[in-house]
Nanobody, 114 residues
Framework: QVQFVESGGGLVQPGESLRLSCAAS????????MNWYRQIPGKEREWVAV????????SYVDSVKGRFTISRDNGKNTAYLQMNSLKPEDTAVYYC???????WGQGTQVTVSS
């Protein structure tokens, strides 16, 4: 079955970096765009970034432009989110999902605090 397994979250100070990973399985990874989302408790899940199947196009929510970079390795069925210059408002549970799918993984917690 389709699965998304996020990892790489943690507790960091403002200005530091984290790299999230998303291991996907159960479908042909290289055929689909990949997305990252985030959710703060009590709020709706927010779309963060997308990368096309071939990695040639990316797009970001305005609040992370210039700080976050989405990438993928089709040979490893894995997508990544490099997060630099982290801010307290980036604190959330981060999820990944392929475009057009409805399955969610367990997410990975990112906490930015001094």
């Amino acid at each position: 079955q389709v699965q998304f397994v996020e990892s790489g979250g943690g507790l960091v100070q403002p200005g530091e970096s984290l790299r999230l990973s998303c291991a996907a399985s159960g479908f042909t990874f290289s055929n689909y765009g990949m997305n990252w989302y985030r959710q703060i408790p009590g709020k709706e899940r927010e779309w963060v970034a997308v990368i096309t199947w071939d990695g040639n196009f990316t797009s970001y929510v305005d609040s992370v432009k210039g700080r976050f970079t989405i990438s993928r390795d089709n040979g490893k069925n894995t997508a990544y989110l490099q997060m630099n210059s982290l801010k307290p408002e980036d604190t959330a549970v981060y999820y990944c999902r392929a475009s057009g799918f409805t399955t969610w993984g367990q997410g990975t917690q990112v906490t930015v605090s001094s």
